[in-house]
């Protein structure tokens, strides 16, 4: 789920919760980090998309953002390859009981 919603944004983690939250806690706690993953970047991401036009600065950095995204994602992924947990630095809408 972590490596797909790099295309698929928060809509994955929202549609993986929806179908394991009443059937699998392991999967449920891992759609709601990446929830507040992207619940917490995107709105940023949008602001600076938004901004990019006057202050040039902001293009590079929703670059910088997508990039280190990214690289949270990957390392949710192999956390989760290993079978370990990983919480996001982000803020928590959704509280993932680890």
Do not use: C, Q
């Not at 994955?12 to 980090?33: C, G, M, Q, S, W």
């Amino acid at each position: 789920m972590h490596l797909f919603s790099l295309v698929l944004t928060f809509v994955l983690p929202i549609l993986v919760y929806l179908v394991t939250r009443n059937k699998n806690k392991y999967f449920a706690d891992h759609a709601k980090e990446g929830m507040n993953l992207h619940f917490t970047f995107f709105p940023v991401f949008l602001l600076l998309t938004f901004i990019s036009e006057k202050w040039s600065a902001a293009s590079t950095l929703s670059f910088v953002l997508i990039i280190l995204e990214t690289i949270l994602i990957i390392i949710a992924a192999i956390f989760t390859f290993n079978g370990k947990k990983f919480s996001y630095p982000v803020i928590r809408y959704f509280k993932v009981n680890h």
